[in-house]
């Protein structure tokens, strides 16, 4: 079954789009830069087998329930920028992420993606909360949760780190 046509809202500077079966190089250089990973996954940079498996990951999640971390492009030069996207978390309530390839690190890609996705969930798909967790040691995620109205709400493991990570929630805005 094919993922619903819904995605987020294309920004000002930012295009998404699904994941596709052929984006193994666009993964590959995402995932498997260290950079992008050492405070996502304790392995550091993912070999190409752990890169495929994340790739089959978002396109699974993408047919069980039509939700991705959904690759994100530069609209101006379609340059891949990253991803940022939604994953079930709890009942009702969806998970927040984005990881974003190294040179695009510091233009504001990850909050203006993520304001994007945010509509989406609460306007499209109705969650009534998100989730959102980051590395201790990842200030900038910190900084771009806040700004984006998150409320820390405690700590809670990461498997993939083995860490406590800080935990942040943020409600459904109330309808006017």
């Known amino acids: 079954m094919p993922p619903p046509p819904r995605l987020p809202a294309d920004t000002a500077r930012l295009t998404f789009r699904w994941w ?3 984006d193994e190089p666009l993964a590959m250089a ?3 830069d ?5 405070l996502i996954d304790a392995r550091g940079a993912l070999d190409p087998e752990a890169v495929r498996q994340k790739l089959r990951a978002e396109l699974d999640r993408a047919r069980e329930h039509g939700l991705q971390y959904w690759p994100i492009f530069l609209r101006a030069t379609s340059t891949h920028a990253g991803c940022c996207g939604l994953r079930p978390y709890r009942p009702g309530v969806l998970e927040l992420g984005f990881h974003l390839r190294a040179e695009h690190w510091g233009h504001g890609y990850a909050t203006e993606a993520a304001r994007s996705a945010i509509h989406h969930a609460f306007a499209t798909l109705g969650a009534s909360a998100l989730f959102a967790g980051h590395h201790p040691r990842n200030d ?3 900084a771009t949760l806040l700004k984006l109205g998150f409320l820390p709400v405690g700590e809670e493991l990461y498997p993939p780190t083995g860490l406590l990570h800080p935990s942040y929630r943020l409600e459904r805005p ?3």
């Not at 260290?34 to 050492?38: D, G, L, P, S």
């Open 174 to 176: 109330p309808t006017p």
């Open 20 to 22: 596709r079966e052929d």
């Open 34 to 38: 260290a950079r992008v990973t050492a």
């Open 30 to 32: 995402l995932w498997g």
């Open 140 to 142: 900038a995620s910190r």
